[in-house]
């Protein structure tokens, strides 16, 4: 990459007159009073916003700092008023193109001098851009983590120090955090040329161990930590157990009504988004799609026509709303669990910013679950395949197609073991290749995988804890302020309010249930949820069949849930407990224990622990390999492996990454006639089911040789 670094400053026409070439701290404190008036007339705003105003005293005061608060609470001032206050300029580093040119085109509308260097400008604008940063002709200059890679350009930034340094996005120099980037850290090596400018680290989305860890790579440890805003009070959610193959028809039942209307559909793949805006838009509902896959220009169409108000509805991966601000998106809806809490708080924060009610709805099975520690298998493979091509590696550089040749590879394939190992120490890339570099990096590698795998279950808890939604959202961030109970609004607190989840008053067998769980409550208060079903059920009823019970006690108010966990043999064991309430002590009525009504196709819950089939509509279809392999029909299972082989060819992935042979020889011996049999064999989700059911299935009805 070429250096933007100019040969000379000089002046540029038409821009504001040039500052002093130097370091901008501000030269006296900055007063309350002084912010306050900033913030009217600089910013147009009579008022701060919770929280913001000791965070700009404190970063106007030169002060480090860590923001973490909510999509929408109104972080950008928070760097933006210090900014102007201290006076010279504000470098912001951010990771998205669009971000930084919607960040650039709203300050310019204010009268502040605002530019950006990325990799989306020409070399001569970059370069002029370079030149007036250091004549101190910008009160603001954006720049992408990767420029940071280019020679000169970190010493052209620190002949002229900016007056504070905003690292937008902040969770992205994390290892920990959902979005990890590696260009973010160049930043450790970077800003020590440029300070003591004082730092401002801004997050929607950091867990407590993200904080830390995003202080620590930074430098600046001591820094002050603001955590506030996570409630919020106008977001109803809830959670809907149901299978993949009938989400579509809940998704349009819910944009039907226009009161759900404008909303924003999350769909897991690029695929599903194009198939399910389809449906929509043949509903008669106006949606577009929007993922990566898009050409630029499509999805720069798409987003202007959705928060121009001519879409009501746009389904989209994750590719889209980072730096997104519709406030009157008044429902999201999930088609499948995410990958991670942080990701899911900071998409359904995207509905109601306008203050007024709005509502998100995650429709999920046990399922889903398989399908992300699949993808986590994909993206994160096992250390073994890295140590293979580490083993390739010498002192001198090598070809990725030589590397990919000596492994028997895909081109892709290698790359990607390579990135990996580069991000932990394991490879040094140049232009020649890729060659050794540290060998101690399985330990990074492992704890890194380990950790993607925690954050799949703490998804999951979420979506399977009886305990208010948004309370569990607090807890995760670690809010500092909110000492507020139950949100009240949620399917937990409010079920009569859902609009997926519909729910009636319990049968009388399920009532007598019911009591009994409240009489062993009254003995044994703080019974786990295994010691309930042993105590009480285990002839009669399943786990799931039980935790179902316990939900709708949970909604009555009789009792509470809470997770808890133990260490075993190095392994973290994680268990819910239940405990009476005052009107469960009482042993009030029943009416109000709302029991879910079960939807069409929904999936058995899989409480921890639970003997029973968790991903599947009727018992999963599992055998040892042994008699799988004698009750499978030989044609059926060359038919499969073909069919595998030829996918990953397609792909450039190894074989076992579509399935592997004990779900190979698992579909061939249970040779289903449907997606929901086939979604009932061990081994299959809806990730296999959306992109190769149809042809598994075709490959059963031709050689299955009968059905079981």
């Given at each position: 990459m070429d250096s933007t670094e100019p040969t000379r400053p000089r002046s540029t026409p038409g821009t504001a007159s040039a500052r002093p070439a130097a370091a901008a701290p501000a030269a006296t404190p900055v007063t309350p009073r002084r912010l306050s008036e900033l913030l009217r007339t600089r910013f147009g705003h009579e008022t701060f916003r919770p929280y913001q105003e000791a965070v700009c005293l404190d970063a106007a005061a030169g002060h480090d700092l860590l923001l973490v608060m909510p999509t929408g609470a109104g972080k950008s001032l928070c760097y933006q008023l210090p900014g102007v206050a201290r006076g010279g300029t504000t470098l912001v580093v951010s990771p998205l193109i669009a971000l930084m040119e919607d960040q650039v085109a709203k300050l310019r509308e204010l009268g502040l001098r605002a530019e950006r260097i990325h990799s989306g400008r020409a070399r001569p604008e970059s370069r002029q851009v370079c030149l007036d940063y250091l004549e101190g002709a910008l009160d603001f200059l954006f720049i992408a983590p990767e420029r940071l890679r280019v020679p000169g350009f970190p010493e052209m930034l620190a002949r002229r120090k900016p007056a504070l340094i905003a690292v937008d996005e902040a969770h992205c120099i994390s290892n920990w955090g959902h979005d990890f980037r590696p260009d973010y850290r160049l930043l450790r090596d970077r800003l020590p040329l440029l300070r003591p400018s004082p730092i401002v680290a801004l997050t929607a989305t950091a867990t407590r161990r993200v904080q830390q860890d995003i202080l620590e790579q930074l430098g600046i440890p001591a820094a002050r930590r603001f955590i506030h805003g996570f409630r919020r009070a106008n977001l109803a959610i809830e959670v809907v157990d149901?299978?993949?193959?009938?989400?579509?028809?809940?998704?349009?039942?819910?944009?039907?009504?226009?009161?759900?209307?404008?909303?924003?559909?999350?769909?897991?793949?690029?695929?599903?988004?194009?198939?399910?805006?389809?449906?929509?838009?043949?509903?008669?509902?106006?949606?577009?799609?929007?993922?990566?896959?898009?050409?630029?220009?499509?999805?720069?169409?798409?987003?202007?026509?959705f928060l121009g108000g001519s879409l009501d509805v746009i389904v989209a991966t994750i590719a889209f709303g980072m730096g997104i601000d519709k406030p009157n998106v008044r429902m999201v809806v999930h088609t499948a669990m995410p990958a991670t809490l942080e990701g899911y708080y900071q998409e359904v924060g995207r509905a109601g910013r306008d203050g007024l009610a709005a509502r998100a709805v995650l429709l999920q099975s046990y399922s889903d679950r398989r399908t992300l520690e699949y993808l986590l298998d994909l993206n994160y493979p096992p250390p073994a395949e890295l140590a293979r091509v580490f083993d390739l590696l010498g002192d001198a550089p090598l070809g990725f197609d030589e590397l990919a040749d000596r492994s028997s590879q895909g081109r892709e394939e290698v790359e990607s073991l390579v990135d990996r190992l580069r991000v932990h120490g394991g490879a040094l890339v140049d232009r020649g290749g890729a060659r050794r570099g540290a060998p101690d990096w399985t330990e990074s590698y492992v704890a890194q995988r380990q950790h993607r795998l925690a954050q799949i279950d703490e998804m999951h808890r979420f979506a399977e804890t009886y305990v208010c939604r948004m309370l569990q959202l607090l807890r995760h961030f670690g809010d500092q302020e909110d000492a507020a109970g139950p949100c009240g609004a949620c399917d937990v607190c409010a079920p009569e309010g859902c609009a997926a989840l519909k729910f009636r008053h319990p049968r009388p067998d399920e009532a007598g249930a019911m009591q009994r769980v409240l009489v062993e409550l009254r003995r044994r208060d703080g019974s786990t949820t295994g010691q309930l079903h042993r105590a009480l059920f285990e002839s009669e009823l399943s786990r799931n069949d039980v935790e179902e019970l316990l939900g709708a006690l949970v909604r009555g108010g009789h009792v509470l849930q809470r997770q808890e966990a133990f260490q075993k043999d190095g392994k973290r064991i994680e268990f819910k407990r239940v405990h009476l309430t005052p009107r469960g002590r009482a042993g009030s009525d029943l009416d109000e224990a709302w029991i879910a009504e079960q939807p069409r196709g929904k999936a058995v819950r899989g409480g921890a622990g639970s003997r029973r089939a968790a991903a599947a509509p009727e018992e999963r279809f599992d055998l040892d390999p042994a008699e799988a392999a004698h009750a499978a029909p030989p044609e059926l299972v060359e038919a499969l492996r073909s069919l595998r082989t030829a996918?990953?060819?397609?792909?450039?992935?190894?074989?076992?990454?579509?399935?592997?042979?004990?779900?190979?020889?698992?579909?061939?011996?249970?040779?289903?006639?449907?997606?929901?049999?086939?979604?009932a064999v061990k081994g299959v989700g809806p990730g296999i089911i959306g992109n190769y059911g149809r042809e598994i299935l075709d490959a059963v009805r031709c050689h299955g040789g009968g059905n079981r």
């Amino acid at each position: 990459m070429d250096s933007t670094e100019p040969t000379r400053p000089r002046s540029t026409p038409g821009t504001a007159s040039a500052r002093p070439a130097a370091a901008a701290p501000a030269a006296t404190p900055v007063t309350p009073r002084r912010l306050s008036e900033l913030l009217r007339t600089r910013f147009g705003h009579e008022t701060f916003r919770p929280y913001q105003e000791a965070v700009c005293l404190d970063a106007a005061a030169g002060h480090d700092l860590l923001l973490v608060m909510p999509t929408g609470a109104g972080k950008s001032l928070c760097y933006q008023l210090p900014g102007v206050a201290r006076g010279g300029t504000t470098l912001v580093v951010s990771p998205l193109i669009a971000l930084m040119e919607d960040q650039v085109a709203k300050l310019r509308e204010l009268g502040l001098r605002a530019e950006r260097i990325h990799s989306g400008r020409a070399r001569p604008e970059s370069r002029q851009v370079c030149l007036d940063y250091l004549e101190g002709a910008l009160d603001f200059l954006f720049i992408a983590p990767e420029r940071l890679r280019v020679p000169g350009f970190p010493e052209m930034l620190a002949r002229r120090k900016p007056a504070l340094i905003a690292v937008d996005e902040a969770h992205c120099i994390s290892n920990w955090g959902h979005d990890f980037r590696p260009d973010y850290r160049l930043l450790r090596d970077r800003l020590p040329l440029l300070r003591p400018s004082p730092i401002v680290a801004l997050t929607a989305t950091a867990t407590r161990r993200v904080q830390q860890d995003i202080l620590e790579q930074l430098g600046i440890p001591a820094a002050r930590r603001f955590i506030h805003g996570f409630r919020r009070a106008n977001l109803a959610i809830e959670v809907v157990d149901i299978l993949p193959s009938v989400r579509t028809g809940t998704v349009l039942r819910l944009l039907a009504d226009e009161a759900n209307r404008p909303a924003i559909v999350y769909a897991p793949t690029r695929k599903q988004t194009e198939e399910l805006a389809a449906e929509l838009a043949t509903a008669g509902i106006s949606t577009a799609c929007y993922h990566a896959g898009l050409m630029g220009s499509r999805r720069d169409d798409v987003q202007a026509r959705f928060l121009g108000g001519s879409l009501d509805v746009i389904v989209a991966t994750i590719a889209f709303g980072m730096g997104i601000d519709k406030p009157n998106v008044r429902m999201v809806v999930h088609t499948a669990m995410p990958a991670t809490l942080e990701g899911y708080y900071q998409e359904v924060g995207r509905a109601g910013r306008d203050g007024l009610a709005a509502r998100a709805v995650l429709l999920q099975s046990y399922s889903d679950r398989r399908t992300l520690e699949y993808l986590l298998d994909l993206n994160y493979p096992p250390p073994a395949e890295l140590a293979r091509v580490f083993d390739l590696l010498g002192d001198a550089p090598l070809g990725f197609d030589e590397l990919a040749d000596r492994s028997s590879q895909g081109r892709e394939e290698v790359e990607s073991l390579v990135d990996r190992l580069r991000v932990h120490g394991g490879a040094l890339v140049d232009r020649g290749g890729a060659r050794r570099g540290a060998p101690d990096w399985t330990e990074s590698y492992v704890a890194q995988r380990q950790h993607r795998l925690a954050q799949i279950d703490e998804m999951h808890r979420f979506a399977e804890t009886y305990v208010c939604r948004m309370l569990q959202l607090l807890r995760h961030f670690g809010d500092q302020e909110d000492a507020a109970g139950p949100c009240g609004a949620c399917d937990v607190c409010a079920p009569e309010g859902c609009a997926a989840l519909k729910f009636r008053h319990p049968r009388p067998d399920e009532a007598g249930a019911m009591q009994r769980v409240l009489v062993e409550l009254r003995r044994r208060d703080g019974s786990t949820t295994g010691q309930l079903h042993r105590a009480l059920f285990e002839s009669e009823l399943s786990r799931n069949d039980v935790e179902e019970l316990l939900g709708a006690l949970v909604r009555g108010g009789h009792v509470l849930q809470r997770q808890e966990a133990f260490q075993k043999d190095g392994k973290r064991i994680e268990f819910k407990r239940v405990h009476l309430t005052p009107r469960g002590r009482a042993g009030s009525d029943l009416d109000e224990a709302w029991i879910a009504e079960q939807p069409r196709g929904k999936a058995v819950r899989g409480g921890a622990g639970s003997r029973r089939a968790a991903a599947a509509p009727e018992e999963r279809f599992d055998l040892d390999p042994a008699e799988a392999a004698h009750a499978a029909p030989p044609e059926l299972v060359e038919a499969l492996r073909s069919l595998r082989t030829a996918r990953a060819r397609e792909r450039r992935i190894p074989a076992y990454c579509i399935f592997n042979d004990a779900t190979l020889l698992n579909i061939a011996a249970a040779r289903p006639r449907d997606e929901r049999q086939l979604l009932a064999v061990k081994g299959v989700g809806p990730g296999i089911i959306g992109n190769y059911g149809r042809e598994i299935l075709d490959a059963v009805r031709c050689h299955g040789g009968g059905n079981r």
